[in-house]
């Protein structure tokens, strides 16, 4: 099912059973950190996920992030940087703790089981990669303005050294066919996946507008600080 720009909002728990794989999480938090994350990127948003769903596993986000609360469904421990997260539990955090307001983009047609497939070897070459310092988000972002891959090195994989989540969410979605494979992943930021940016998705692949998933966060907006925990 995709859905468009209705105005509806979402529950998590109806937008967890909507979700498949590849279909975007995309959040907007109030810290000085993310504000800074969107002044430099000059985007709404200042996260991105893709989820994963398949077979009889529960859906899953795979994404990058500071925090190792959470459980790392590949690896089985807790670590920070690259991480694949029960989906419900990641919403959970981002919207409860981070204090984020958060919209589900959805990936039409639903994919194949080639697709899933490169999801997974993506999760394999990626999964605990650390996550860049604050100092070279914003080096990183401006050496990505000029990341064109001539033909002859497209399809190349490598495990990077430092990864940020519009990079994660980039490489899988190329490793599966869903974008083009023209830039390197550094070029992409959060924004480039909100509908009002270009996105260089390849046919037959469309992705829908943003649907809102649980009400606009309220109070004060939490600590920077509680990403480290």
Request: proline share 6%.
């Amino acid at each position: 099912m995709q859905t468009g720009h209705t105005g509806a909002v979402l529950d998590i728990d109806e937008a967890v059973n909507l979700t498949r794989t590849g279909d975007l999480w995309l959040f907007r938090g109030r810290t000085a950190t993310d504000r800074a994350i969107r002044t430099l990127t000059n985007a709404p948003v200042n996260h991105v996920g893709v989820a994963i769903v398949i077979d009889d596993l529960p859906p899953l986000m795979w994404h990058a992030e500071l925090s190792k609360k959470l459980l790392d469904q590949w690896s089985g421990g807790h670590h920070r940087g690259v991480q694949l997260h029960d989906l419900k539990q990641a919403l959970t955090q981002w919207r409860d703790v981070y204090g984020q307001a958060s919209w589900l983009r959805q990936l039409a047609p639903e994919v194949g089981r080639a697709e899933e497939n490169a999801a997974l070897r993506t999760v394999a070459r990626l999964d605990g990669v650390s996550f860049p310092s604050t100092a070279k988000l914003a080096s990183r972002w401006l050496r990505g303005r000029d990341a064109y891959v001539p033909r002859r090195k497209r399809g190349h994989r490598v495990r990077p050294e430092a990864a940020f989540c519009a990079e994660v969410v980039a490489e899988t979605l190329m490793e599966m066919g869903i974008l083009l494979d023209d830039r390197k992943a550094t070029w992409f930021d959060p924004g480039t996946f909100w509908s009002g940016a270009y996105l260089p998705v390849a046919e037959p692949w469309s992705y829908g507008g943003e649907v809102q998933v649980g009400p606009e966060p309220e109070g004060a907006a939490p600590s920077s600080r509680t990403r480290w925990r």
